[in-house]
T-cell receptor
């Protein structure tokens, strides 16, 4: 069974640009979450989608947005990039059944803003 | 909101010695608890989880953790570590009512020495 796939693995962008990151969850998983990991702030929750609807949102500015498609694949977008947006962005998916609850994470996309 | 404290940022230990990584949480509601491991340049891998039932939880790679509600702790233990256990370990908590959002601790780097 394929895991959570994130593309691309690495990205280098310039300040002011925008970027789109992609996540394909495990087949059958409808809940997809995104996290930002930085050395200073650690792992912080960005947002969670379920059946194309955003159910939860973390404390990030509006420059950070996401969406989910009908096949559960998800994208996140960051506009007007700042140096502080350099981070590892992790996507995670989980099954619907609570007795098997637990998020599976992808390998992440490492974004560097220069 | 919940919060997680991992008091030890780094834990050095010799191979085949036992280890305990400490995790304390703060929450006004019931929680689910998790331990994840992250190897360099990789995503997070679920080690074990506590959802309900027995407070002693066994996970992969010989790890186990004990949920102590009165002390709001969920310490991770392994009786004999291997070089391959060198990684960063994260404790996470989610609310049992809004369980799609994780709060992570700041991580503990386990360094196993030969």
């Amino acid at each position: 069974k394929a895991g959570v796939t994130q593309t691309p693995r690495y990205l280098i962008k310039t300040r002011g640009q925008q970027v789109t990151l992609s996540c394909s969850p495990i087949s059958g998983h409808r809940s997809v979450s995104w996290y930002q990991q930085t050395p200073g702030q650690g792992l912080q929750f960005l947002f969670e989608y379920f059946s194309e609807t955003q159910r939860n949102k973390g404390n990030f500015p509006g420059r950070f947005s996401g969406r989910q498609f009908s096949n559960s694949r998800s994208e996140m977008n960051v506009s007007t990039l700042e140096l502080g947006d350099s981070a590892l962005y992790l996507c995670a998916s989980r099954p619907d059944r609570l007795d098997n609850y637990g998020y599976t994470f992808g390998s992440g996309t490492r974004l560097t803003v220069v | 909101a919940q919060s997680v404290t991992q008091l030890d940022s780094q834990v050095p230990v010799f191979e085949e010695a036992p280890v305990e990584l400490r995790c304390n949480y703060s929450s006004s509601v019931s929680v689910y608890l998790f331990w994840y491991v992250q190897y360099p340049n990789q995503g997070l891998q679920l080690l074990l989880k506590y959802l309900s039932g027995s407070t002693l939880v066994k996970g992969i790679n010989g790890f186990e953790a004990e949920f102590n509600k009165s002390q709001t702790s969920f310490h991770l233990r392994k009786p004999s570590v291997h070089i391959s256990d060198t990684a960063e370990y994260f404790c996470a908590v989610s609310d049992t009512h809004n369980f799609n959002k994780f709060y992570f601790g700041s991580g503990t780097k386990l360094n196993v020495k030969p």
